[in-house]
Structures are given as structure tokens and as C-alpha cells.
């Protein structure tokens, strides 16, 4: 298998390195995913992390990097940037770069302040006529220091966007000369002044000025010198640069050498709307992570390392808190005590137990670790199969992304490709065992290999990699019994068929359909804390207006409701049929006392039974009431709440006799 892979990564792999750095780049990839595709799929650029296994799947930011994750956006004042233009890609009336900078800032900022609540965001304008206190550097005004993003900060944000705000008169636009590295130094200062934890630090540079030092070559020398120094220190400079559609932003004049951007990904093209420049910024000012760093084991003796990333993850509220009548927070604190003595016990004095032929097995915490653990967390190669023998109902969770990663073992990059290269090319998936992390239970996946495609000028639209598709243990399969019910006739089936293709989705995307539920409580939040009217304007993508259907549609849906539901009936009648009142619940008396008596003439559970079930641990078969009517049956009152109190009030009474 070695062989294997060092003469495919001499015939292909070299090939894939050479002709898009980007693909196995540090800074990771981008691209695109269909919840309904199998073969797509994209994935963020992240931080390196150290360590082995560890899985970050719902965990925090701060948590996994052990800090906040901080962006300032460094926008430019200079009267170039309040030229009006009219957007290439919007109906709008023309504006300034300047707005649409604003715009998608305050875009973002609304966004961060209720998905991300822990995390620092500032707003700098450097090139500006006056600066906020004397301390700061000259032509550099800052709007909004490092810090949680207010509800205050953001509507006097989008005052600025408006024109409510005078800029002009408060702030100013210098038309002379300006030093790109003060602002840039501030910055610096800026995240340095922050005493928590920092995860990552990011800078945001807004500008529609390709080369502002065309003719001054010492102010360009200290900028990239100042720039090179922020990046030293794992401060990232990222361009969200803005040019008309007629004009040209030339990227290697001036700005090139120090921000991350690259030509070849497809976020660094220059935005020429606000539709593109506002996604450009939500995608940078996002944190990206991978959920693990782990070995790829193939043998004995042969291993690689990978990263790990999700694709798709659930979209939620945040937790709300609880407050005291004087809106202080609620600190929750649990303790557990003897139920005999009532002594408070420590977590090195409880043990777990677990009943088992109606003996409790008692475990401490050593045995229960001991017991968990199967391995140190990584992927395991177990063999190869067919690609077509990959079931879609197979999948019984979210899949996950796997790419290279050259911080474990050195070279794995190649191996990576040339395992990929041989996938594709003889339409294989490959099956492993897979630890997630330490004392995690094992996982029984398929690799299913993700071939490299690009767009029409040559960026990458999906990365190459292995989609993990977590597969079901025997354990986990489940039979269905097939009900026979009635046959549809000829006519019926085929009308269905033509409903079917007149509402076939032609381009459909998960990521055209944002969640109702979410939306609404949002913007509920954003109206409440931002001193706004509530209002329910939010669009409900998945809400479908019959009107909108397409003719052949609407016909064809009738034809079907006539030749499936008797003559007179109306299915709006039936969605909004009341349920049944009280009286028409007494009325049901004479079928009530039926299922009573019925319920009456079931026998209780015997003395023998019971004995029976002890002995076998098969006790927690019994239902509730059968439980308290043998603890009844045994002159014993019935105490607790839960089935499981019951159980075990059961098991000690029948262990004493």
C-alpha cells in the first residue's frame, strides 16, 4: 500500500499542489454544500490546534481556543470612499463605499451580538479629519472600542449608514496624506489592551484605494513593515476591498504582501455590490474551527493526520438566564446528599450501580473509565467497498468533513491525495473505525471520497476530501413491517407522477431557506433591545402561497383531491375542525366505562411473576401502575414520582423477603 501510494502521489499528487495551491493551502478552502448532494460539500479555514481527539462539535469558542475570538474593522475615511456609484448588482439608488462598508459592518455586528454574545468587536476609521481624544494617532478616529457589541453602539451605527449621523461635521474626511501604519499600530494596541483569553485577532480593512503611497515610498515601507509585525504576532489582515464594475483594484500595487487573502479564493474578488461585500464580511467575521485533530492509522506502522470539520450544524437559540427581582444573574449550584443520613457527599464518595439479575453491580469511577475507553481516539482502516453499496438510509447522523493536516505527522498531505486519487478512480469508499475522542464509544464510518471542482474562472467551488458517514451497527437496524392497505388505481398513480414533475425543484439549496422560528425570535430580540416597534415583516421561506404554484400544479392537485377524497369533501373544513369540548367528552360515558372495565379485568402481577422477573432483572418491564400495584400488593406505600423510584423501591422490597 505504501508503494501504492508514493507512485500514484508522483503521478497525480504533485499535479494537484501545482496547479491549485489553494486546494492543500494552510489557510484551508471554501466552497459550497447541498444537503440533498452527496458528492458536495465545503469546509472553513481554522486555527491550528494542538492535541489529539479533541472534539469541539457544540463546543464554545472561547472554550476550544481557550479565549474570545476579537475582529476589528478598519474602515477608510478618505474622500474616495464617498464617491457615489450606482451597484452592478442592486436596484438601489447609487451610494458611497463608504455606506455599503457601514452597512455590511452593521450587518455583521446585528448578527455577532446574538450568535456570538462572548465576543469582541471594534470599529476604527483611519484617514479622518479628527480623532477621538488626543492620545490617538492623527487621521484616526475610533468609533467603537474592542469590546461585546452594544445595543447602543449598533443603532448609532446604522445612523452612520442612514446619513442620521453627521460624519462630515463629527468626524471629517482628510483629504491629505495619511499613515495607514498608525491605525494599523493602534489596532495592535488595541487587541494587546484586552485582558481575557484571545482566540484569534482578526482585522477587517475596508478600502476602494488599490495604492494609497503610489508616490511616497516610506509611508509604503512602514505600512508593510507595521503589517508584517501585526502578523508576526498571529494578527490576520484581511481585505475587503470595493472597486465599480468599470474600474480595476489591482491587489499586487500595494496590499498583497501582508494580507491573507488569496487570488485563487474565490472571498479576495473584489466586491462590486453590497450583496457580495456583505457576505464576504459574515464569512470573515465568523469563527471557523475543525472539531478535531487525529491520526489516520492505515497499519501497523503507517499513519497520517487529518482534521475533522462539520459541515452542518443545528441552528439555535441561545440559553436563556435566570434573574432576581433586581436583574441580578442566577447562579445554580447542585449538591448531593445520603438519602439515609442525609450527609452531603462528594463525587469521590458516590459510586454507579447498575442491576443485573437483581443484584446491584456496584462500579467506581475507574471501572466505569476503564470500561469506556476502546482505544485512543483517531481512524482506523478496516478495508474497501464499492461506492454503490453506500445506502442513503444508512446514515444515521450528520456527516462530517475530512481534510489533511501536516501538524501531526509530516507528509501527510501526500498520502491523503493519493488514498483520495485511488477512491475516485475505482469508485471506492472506504471503511474504518473511528474514536472521536478519549472514552468515546466507537463509531463504525465509510469515507466517501469528494473529488476537487472549480468554478468558470478557476477557483474552487468544492475541495477535494472524504465526506464521514457514520454508519448503523447491527445493533441500530430496524425492520419495518409493511401494512397492506388499499391498491391506487392507474389514473391515480399517474396524476400523482404529474404533480410531482410540475413541482419539481430545478436549482434547490438548504441554504435558500432560513429557519421561520429563529428568524422571528431574533428579530423580536434585536426590536426589544435596539428600543424598535415589533413588527412580524420577517419572510417565511417555507411558507408556500398556493397562488405562486404553477397552473399545471394547481390542476393537477385538484385532479388528484377529486380522485382521491368522496364528493363533497373540504380539507379546509378538516384542518380547522375544533377538537372535542367537555360535554362532548362526558357524552362518551357508555365507551369510557368500557375501556375501565377492560382495564379493570387485567390481573395484577402475581407474587410468582414477580419473583420470577427479580431473579432475571427484567423488573423495569412492568408499567407504572404495575409497579405500584406490587408494591401495594407487599403492605408498602408507594413513594417517589419516576418509574425509576418505583423500580427501585420494588427491588429493595424483594430483596428483603
Excluded at 576 to 592: F, H, L, M, N, Y
Aim: contains cysteine; hydrophobic residues 35%.
Amino acid at each position: 500500500f505504501v508503494c501504492l501510494c508514493v507512485c500514484i502521489w508522483k503521478r497525480r499528487g504533485r499535479e494537484m499542489t501545482t496547479t491549485s495551491s489553494s486546494t492543500w493551502g494552510s489557510s484551508g478552502f471554501s466552497g459550497s454544500s447541498s444537503l440533498w448532494d452527496w458528492g458536495t460539500g465545503f469546509d472553513d479555514d481554522t486555527d491550528t490546534q494542538g492535541g489529539h481527539g479533541v472534539d469541539v462539535e457544540d463546543a464554545d469558542a472561547a472554550l476550544f481556543k481557550g479565549g474570545k475570538d476579537c475582529v476589528i474593522f478598519l474602515i477608510d475615511a478618505s474622500p474616495a470612499m464617498f464617491e457615489e456609484f450606482s451597484p452592478a448588482d442592486e436596484e438601489n439608488e447609487a451610494q458611497t463605499f463608504f455606506q455599503q462598508s457601514v452597512k455590511a459592518v452593521h450587518s455583521a455586528l446585528r448578527t455577532k451580538i446574538i450568535t456570538s454574545d462572548k465576543d469582541l468587536m471594534g470599529i476604527v476609521f483611519f484617514s479622518t479629519e479628527k480623532r477621538k481624544s488626543d492620545a490617538d494617532p492623527n487621521h484616526v478616529y475610533v468609533f467603537q472600542e474592542l469590546d461585546v457589541p452594544s445595543a447602543k453602539q449598533i443603532q448609532l451605527l446604522e445612523n452612520v449608514a442612514d446619513g442620521e449621523f453627521d460624519f462630515d461635521d463629527e468626524i471629517g474626511s482628510n483629504s491629505g496624506s495619511y499613515a495607514l501604519n498608525d491605525a494599523l499600530w493602534y489596532c495592535g494596541n488595541m487587541f494587546a489592551s484586552v485582558r481575557s483569553k484571545v482566540a484569534t485577532k482578526r482585522i477587517l480593512l475596508f478600502t476602494n484605494t488599490d495604492n494609497p503611497y503610489r508616490d511616497d515610498t516610506s509611508l509604503r515601507d512602514q505600512t508593510e513593515t507595521k503589517a508584517k509585525d501585526l502578523r508576526d504576532v498571529n494578527i490576520d489582515i484581511d481585505l475587503m476591498h470595493m472597486s465599480t464594475p468599470d474600474a480595476n483594484f489591482d491587489l499586487d500595487a500595494f496590499y498583497k504582501d501582508f494580507v491573507v487573502n488569496d487570488n485563487e479564493d474565490p472571498e479576495a474578488n473584489v466586491s462590486c455590490g453590497f450583496d457580495n461585500l456583505l457576505a464576504r464580511v459574515r464569512y470573515k467575521s465568523q469563527k471557523k474551527r475543525a472539531r478535531m485533530t487525529i491520526p489516520f492509522q492505515i497499519g501497523d506502522n503507517l499513519q497520517f493526520g487529518v482534521k475533522v470539520y462539520n459541515l452542518v450544524g443545528d441552528a439555535g437559540k441561545a440559553n436563556y438566564l435566570w434573574l432576581s427581582p433586581d436583574q441580578v444573574e442566577v447562579s445554580t449550584k447542585t449538591r448531593y446528599y445520603c438519602a439515609e443520613t442525609s450527609a452531603p457527599l462528594l463525587s469521590t464518595d458516590m459510586k454507579s450501580t447498575y442491576t443485573y439479575g437483581g443484584e446491584k453491580i456496584v462500579f467506581d469511577k475507574g471501572e466505569v473509565d476503564k470500561m469506556k475507553n476502546f482505544g485512543d481516539p483517531g481512524l482506523l482502516l478496516l478495508g474497501f467497498k464499492p461506492r454503490e453499496t453506500l445506502l442513503k438510509s444508512y446514515n444515521v447522523k450528520k456527516s462530517s468533513f475530512m481534510y489533511p493536516d501536516e501538524s501531526i505527522v509530516g507528509g501527510s498531505t501526500k498520502l491523503f491525495a493519493a488514498l483520495l486519487d485511488r477512491c475516485l478512480t475505482l469508485g471506492k469508499v472506504a471503511i474504518c473505525r473511528f474514536i472521536p475522542r478519549v472514552n468515546a464509544q466507537p463509531e463504525f464510518v465509510a469515507l466517501l471520497p469528494q473529488e476537487e471542482r472549480l468554478n468558470a474562472d478557476g477557483s474552487q467551488a468544492v475541495p477535494p476530501g472524504f465526506h464521514i458517514i457514520t454508519l448503523p451497527f447491527a445493533d441500530d437496524m430496524r425492520k419495518i413491517k409493511k401494512t397492506s392497505g388499499p391498491t391506487p388505481s392507474e389514473e391515480q398513480v399517474n396524476t400523482c407522477k404529474k404533480l410531482i414533475k410540475s413541482m419539481n425543484f430545478t436549482e434547490f439549496s438548504s441554504e435558500r431557506f432560513e429557519n421561520p422560528t429563529l428568524q422571528k425570535h431574533f428579530a423580536a430580540l434585536e426590536a426589544l433591545a435596539l428600543d424598535k416597534d415589533m413588527t412580524d415583516d420577517f419572510v417565511d421561506q417555507t411558507e408556500v402561497d398556493p397562488a405562486n404554484l404553477p397552473p399545471k400544479a394547481r390542476d393537477r392537485s385538484k385532479k388528484l383531491a377529486e380522485l382521491l377524497f368522496p364528493d363533497g369533501y373540504d380539507p379546509q373544513s378538516v384542518a380547522t375542525a375544533k377538537k372535542p369540548t367537555a360535554s362532548a367528552k362526558r357524552s362518551a360515558t357508555s365507551s369510557g366505562t368500557s375501556k375501565r372495565a377492560k382495564a379493570a379485568e387485567k390481573p395484577a402481577v402475581d407474587d410468582g411473576r414477580l419473583k420470577d422477573m427479580y431473579e432475571k432483572g427484567t423488573l423495569k418491564k412492568l408499567t407504572v401502575p404495575e409497579l405500584k400495584d406490587a408494591i401495594k400488593s407487599k403492605g408498602h406505600a408507594v413513594r417517589g414520582k419516576r418509574k425509576a423510584d418505583f423500580l427501585e423501591q420494588l427491588e429493595e422490597i424483594l430483596g428483603a423477603n
